[in-house]
Every structure is written in structure tokens, then in C-alpha cells.
């Protein structure tokens, strides 16, 4: 079973307005990842968060994580044509070795 | 430039035949790991190597084999017992197996079954 989902599984917002892309999983993790996947290409690594961490920040990226709710969340500010793309995030269960992804969001930012 | 490359781009394949997809890096990373990605899905581990001449099943290697005789080459086979092979393949690194370690990707092969 898929350790983390995203919500919404698709998202479509004008250029200029902020995303905000979710992540829940199920079980103890060490440190939660998103990453960016441009159609037909492979995946970049865009920001990781600890799981003693609760926000970071990376140019226009902020990450939030609640390990109380086991969630977490990406938001782009100032979204540009050039964000379209899907977004997953990837756990590492504790004592694993492992990422185990989401199925992503896909986000299209209209111009 | 250093990196991480997958060749080919693109496969074809007949049922029936074997096929091997080719996953380099130059980075030097110890760690290495095979994905499989459906349409509209997320990825599914298939393999992955923490160091050289060792590696361990994911979760789908049924119908997958791989090898690490040399730290910078990770080859997947694809072999005909895998039923339903057509699919994006990625190819991922990374500085040590732990997990704190951003994976570093390939730009994918794509697999189709003729």
C-alpha cells in the first residue's frame, strides 16, 4: 500500500498565484522529501524536511510537516509558467533504507 | 559534467524476448536503485544496491534481475517473466544508502511491449 498520498491528485492555478500541494502518510518516518518531475523526464529533488523539523524554506518553496497528523505540505509562492510539472513526496519509514513515494499532484500553472 | 544516465530513451520489445536497460553515474555515489513509474502513478522500487557486488529486492522485482560489478553501472534486466513490462523505467543515486540522502534521478527509459 502507498505510504503517502498526495492531495489534490491534480491542481490547475493562474500564473502568479501560490500552490499549496499536500502529503499524508501512515506510519514513523525519519524525514520526508519532495520532488519535482517535469512530463516524460526523470525526478529533481527539490527540499527534505527531518522529521524534528516543522518548516523550511528553499527560495519560493516552503515545506511544513506535522508528524502529529502525518502530513506535510508544499507550497509555491508566486507560481510561474515554468512550475508545471507533477510533485510527489517521498518518506523514509524509520529503520528502512528505503523512499517509498506518493503518487504526486500534478500541477499546471496557466499563463 | 557529472550525472546520471540511462540509455536507451526508448524500447521496444517483443513478448517473449529479455531486455536490458543501462543506468551510469559519475558522481560517485555508493548507492543505486530502480524504479518503475505507471502512467499517472508514483514509483515503484524494483531494485537497489547499497555498495558494489551487493544489492536487494524492492518491492516489485518479481520478472526483474540486476547486477553492480562496478560502482558507477547498474543494470536492469527486464526478462520475460515479467508480465506487464510497459512502463517509464528511472534509474536514481545516491551519496550512501541512508536516509537522509537526496536521490539523485536519471532522465528515464520507456518501455514499450509489442
Known amino acids: 500500500s502507498q505510504q503517502g498520498e498526495e492531495d489534490p491528485q491534480a491542481l490547475s492555478i493562474q500564473e502568479g498565484e501560490n500552490a499549496t500541494m499536500n502529503c499524508s502518510y501512515k506510519t514513523s518516518i525519519n524525514n520526508l522529501q519532495w520532488y519535482r518531475q517535469n512530463s516524460g523526464r526523470g525526478l529533481v529533488h527539490l527540499i527534505l524536511?527531518?522529521?524534528?523539523?516543522r518548516e523550511k524554506h528553499s527560495g519560493r518553496l516552503r515545506v511544513t510537516l506535522d508528524t502529529s497528523k502525518k502530513s506535510s505540505s508544499l507550497l509555491i509562492t508566486a507560481s510561474r509558467a515554468a512550475d508545471t510539472a507533477s510533485y510527489f513526496c517521498?518518506?523514509?519509514?524509520?529503520?528502512?533504507?528505503?523512499?517509498?513515494f506518493g503518487q504526486g499532484t500534478r500541477l499546471t500553472i496557466n499563463p | 559534467d557529472g550525472g546520471i544516465t540511462q540509455s536507451p530513451k526508448y524500447l521496444f520489445r517483443k513478448e517473449g524476448q529479455n531486455v536490458t536497460l543501462s543506468c551510469e553515474q559519475n558522481?560517485?555515489?555508493?548507492?543505486m536503485y530502480w524504479y518503475r513509474q505507471d502512467p499517472g502513478q508514483g514509483l515503484r522500487l524494483i531494485y537497489y544496491?547499497?555498495?558494489?557486488?551487493?544489492?536487494q529486492k524492492g518491492d516489485i522485482a518479481e520478472g526483474y534481475s540486476v547486477s553492480r560489478e562496478k560502482k558507477e553501472s547498474f543494470p536492469l534486466t527486464v526478462t520475460s517473466a515479467q508480465k506487464n513490462p510497459t512502463a517509464f523505467y528511472l534509474c536514481a543515486s545516491a551519496v550512501q544508502a541512508g536516509s537522509y540522502n537526496e536521490q539523485f534521478f536519471g532522465p528515464g527509459t520507456r518501455l514499450t511491449v509489442l
Open positions: 558522481l560517485n555515489h555508493d548507492a
Open positions: 517521498a518518506t523514509v519509514i524509520q529503520g528502512a533504507q528505503k523512499l517509498v
Open positions: 524536511i527531518r522529521s524534528n523539523e
Open positions: 544496491s547499497q555498495i558494489v557486488n551487493d544489492f
